[in-house]
């Protein structure tokens, strides 16, 4: 064969490593990582010219779809489709024998031991297996934890999960924040995902054709939201230097751009349709001090920023988040300059105080307001903020299996004045300096960037092993952040506090975007 420059013998070496430990090849962009390459660019090159001198092969359909190729075979095989799995809830087993699959070849598995599946349903949205995918399985009845999995349970139900081995149970996890795991003691596994073929023709139409910039970003949580509903990010700012580290850890393409605000020259942001920021809140909050335009730090007036933004670039809207008091501010005061300002640039403007717990089955008692302006008023009038949700989460069902033991009180001065008064592991508390409150709604009280501040801000729960405050891990995701998302290793417990407890909530996010995208679609 070719002989293959040091590089492309150093990705080929990669490939063949990664598909040997994890069942399934890289995507390009892990490929990218670890050449640490700046752009795709040059893995495609790479990778073009791997496949042009007979070393692998690619399925153009597939996501992972790269292949060790095999002398002598052909490059296509047929493996049978067997049937329906489902991404969702689990389903009877379906199976539909006679239909095949192509792929191809793969000199890592024995064609013997494949079978493909179709897909039904949503839960493995963030892992890139949608409705309507087929995914190519290799048959094994055991797997290691976080591969995803064909489990049946309950006898003749099927399901397609992730799966994770805890200390009486298993635990089978959805890639899709909006769904809770299953936990089940016994469970048969049929096979582990090496392919996902797309299915194109079924697919609806996601062009995000409209792009938004991202202000007083944080960890991404406006981001988030919008993403899931087709919006594309063209721009990323804030202040906080850490944040990036948490920022660009989960997202491709756009990434955090640090700086002030108010150094930053308008017309050199790029286009864009929707401006989106929950411009800084300690200014009005309940919690902060409540100066307003008149905060000392200069907090409140990073508002005229925005102004200053949607005046230069005119887009066709904006989507604000502040706390609940902004609107009562100075008795009003403040809210109606904001209004007139953002009227005075041309906008129809709607806003409402939405809770994360009637909103976005979150269990945290959140209220913030959501301003929405369009510059179209035919959008305007078709725009209503989301309906109320049932709210079926609890803060139990997004606690972690095991929890360091710095983070517990036992055995700490201030155990002696918890003990008593923490006992209901279903209930959330907060010390107040000289007693604990109990929060009576059953779910989480607001978390706020004071958590990062130390002392006993981040809120209380008992567990199994004793009373803790919760991690910086169970605050993001009770702010509606996905099960996937990453924290960094290296970044301290009170920056991540402050960085979840300053963010908005994911799913009350999308649940307006999706109405934004409504209006203007």
């Known amino acids: 064969m070719p002989t293959l420059t040091k590089r492309q013998k150093q990705i080929l070496d990669y490939i063949k490593t990664f598909i040997d430990k994890n069942g399934y090849s890289p995507t390009f962009e892990e490929i990218r990582k670890f050449l640490k390459l700046k752009a795709l660019s040059g893995v495609y090159q790479h990778v073009s010219v791997l496949i042009d001198k007979g070393y692998i092969t690619r399925d153009e359909n597939a996501t ?123 469970v048969t596994i049929q096979g582990v995902v090496v392919k996902i073929i797309r299915n194109f023709n079924n697919e609806p139409q996601k062009t995000k054709e409209f792009k938004t910039i991202d202000l007083f970003a944080g960890v991404g949580g406006i981001r988030l939201g919008f993403e899931k509903t087709e919006f594309e990010t063209v721009f990323a700012n804030d202040f906080e230097q850490q944040c ?20 930053i020259n308008e017309k050199k942001i790029p286009d864009f349709d929707f401006l989106l920021g929950g411009f800084p809140c300690q200014a009005f909050s309940i919690a902060g001090y409540r100066q307003g335009f008149d905060d000392e730090k200069g907090r409140g007036n990073l508002f005229y920023d925005v102004a200053r933004i949607l005046k230069e670039k005119k887009p066709m809207g904006f989507m604000l988040e502040n706390v609940k008091n902004l609107k009562g501010h100075d008795k009003g005061k403040t809210f109606k300059i904001i209004t007139d300002t953002l009227e005075g640039l041309g906008y129809h403007i709607k806003s409402k105080v939405l809770n994360s717990m009637e909103y976005g089955n ?126 960094p290793k290296h970044t301290s417990d009170s920056a991540l506090y402050k960085q979840f407890g300053n963010s908005v909530t994911v799913p009350v996010v999308k649940a307006v975007a999706v109405q934004i995208k409504k209006a203007i679609s």
């Open 362 to 487: 979150v269990p945290q008692n959140r209220e913030r307001i959501y301003i929405v302006g369009f510059k179209d008023k035919k959008h305007y009038e078709k725009f209503s903020f989301p309906s109320t949700v049932k709210l079926t989460k609890k803060v139990t069902d997004l606690l972690e299996e095991n929890v360091d033991e710095k983070y517990y009180y036992n055995g700490k001065p201030l155990y002696k004045k918890l003990k008593d008064e923490v006992t209901n592991r279903n209930t959330v508390y907060q010390w107040r300096r000289k007693y604990v409150r109990e929060n009576k709604k059953g779910v989480c009280p607001p978390l706020t960037a004071n958590m990062g501040m130390g002392g006993h801000n981040v809120p209380i729960i008992r567990d199994k092993k004793g009373i803790r405050k919760l991690t910086p891990l169970e605050c993001a995701r009770i702010q509606g952040f996905p099960m996937n998302y990453k924290l």
């Open 244 to 263: 990036k580290d948490t920022y660009d850890l989960n997202f491709d393409g756009t990434k955090l751009f640090i700086e002030d605000i108010q150094k």
């Open 64 to 186: 992972r779809g790269l292949g060790i190729r095999k002398p002598g075979k052909n490059d296509v095989i047929e493996i049978p489709l067997v049937g329906v799995i489902a991404a969702g809830q689990p389903i009877e087993a379906i199976e539909n024998r006679g239909e095949t699959v192509t792929i191809a070849r793969d000199s890592y598995f024995d064609p013997e031991q494949l079978y493909a599946l179709r897909v039904a349903g949503d839960s493995m949205v963030d892992d890139g297996i949608f409705d309507g995918d087929t995914v190519v399985i290799k048959k094994q009845e055991s797997a290691d934890d976080g591969q995803t999995v064909v489990a049946i349970i309950d006898k003749n139900e099927a399901t397609l999960k992730r799966i994770y081995r805890e200390r009486n149970k298993i635990r089978l996890q959805p890639a899709n924040q909006s769904l809770l795991p299953i936990f089940r003691t016994q």
